[in-house]
């Protein structure tokens, strides 16, 4: 049994935060959602539910979270979805919520023309950026598993613990990425 100071590794929070800020992990927001419960409200001053979330290409660094700007990665996995970005010449891996992490913005002081090509690479970037971006969620799952499989640690585990194994299974963003970009079908996130 977890102390009630222990976070588990899906996200939910302590007992002892304020109900109101307590961020529900992954099984509660499936449980809620499935027996038809309305949505908790949105945390003041948060435009998501989120206090923190594990990167999306590691799993194994700890990021605040919560607003929309906030970017998915750890310092060292943003460097090398950036390189692989700029390498393939587009936004293939999001590196967070919002169209200005890709560079894509509008600017209604620019020439007529230039607005048209602004509005084009908006739908471009907005067209299967969602998928991109439930690829992304999928393979952070997938790592988690990984991750807890390869220590032979049960889901869901206490924070603390998640850590201390996924720091030493971390890996190489690099090659991390190269896993990434792989076909779906050849695509095996774990360790």
Known sequence: ???SRETSVSGGLTDEQPPALRQLCACEKRELSGAGT???PRWPGYDF???AELCRL???EVLWSGHRYCVWFCGPCKDAVREANERLGGYMIPIGRHSVHAGVLVNPRRP???GARQAEELVRFLTGSGER???LERWRAGRVAGILAWASLASPAPLIDYLAVASEAKG???RLVERLLRPPESMHPSV
Request: net charge positive; charged share 40%; hydrophobic share 35%.
């Open 1 to 3: 049994m977890r102390s």
């Open 38 to 40: 309305r949505p908790v």
């Open 49 to 51: 539910n989120l206090k």
């Open 58 to 60: 590691c799993a194994a």
């Open 112 to 114: 007529r023309r230039e």
């Open 133 to 135: 971006m439930e690829a």
């Open 172 to 174: 190489n963003p690099k």
